[in-house]
């Protein structure tokens, strides 16, 4: 009987933990995989865009293709570990030529990157920050906030439910 409990705790145990990807243990510039992936990208229930992201470089940048589906819109983005800084950084650019440039790290179970008001995206000195969680089911909900007020308010620019197409 004691066998048969040990067996069932080893099996949960290693299915709980093939179930969350992120870890402790993994490497920094592995830390937004979980965002690989071709989606359908929803907010409520309304389909507005498709988004494909993938490795390059070996492994050390995500490439991004942003394509609205409810407008002529489109950008890309370049995500790569920094370990000189030791952040995450990412420069996004679209079709209108505005971009974003943001830094960040992976905490508290969420990417979380923010801009200086360096960027060219909407109001001057604005400052933009965005959040990538992985949720349970496998799907990533992505969080879009600007403040022109250097941070005291955060106004939502975006909120997103990446869902991998099947």
Known sequence: MKRFLLLIFILFSTVSFSQNPITN?????????FWLGDWDVFTN???????????LQ???????????EKENFTGTSYSFYNSKIDKWQQI??????????????????KMLLS????????????LHRIS???????????????SIDEGK??????????????
């Open 25 to 33: 243990t993994t490497s920094p510039n592995r830390l937004f995989d």
């Open 92 to 109: 996004w650019v679209d079709k209108n030529g505005n971009n974003l440039l943001l830094k960040g790290n992976f905490e508290n179970g």
């Open 58 to 68: 070996n492994g050390n940048l995500l490439q991004e293709n942003w394509v609205s």
């Open 153 to 166: 308010i955060w106004n939502i620019q975006f909120e997103g439910i990446y869902k991998k197409k099947e």
């Open 115 to 126: 801009s200086s008001s360096d960027s060219n995206m909407g109001e001057d000195q604005s």
């Open 45 to 55: 229930d309304d389909l507005v865009a498709h988004n494909t992201v993938i490795l």
């Open 132 to 146: 990538w969680v992985l949720m349970p089911n496998g799907n990533v909900k992505q969080v879009w906030e600007s």
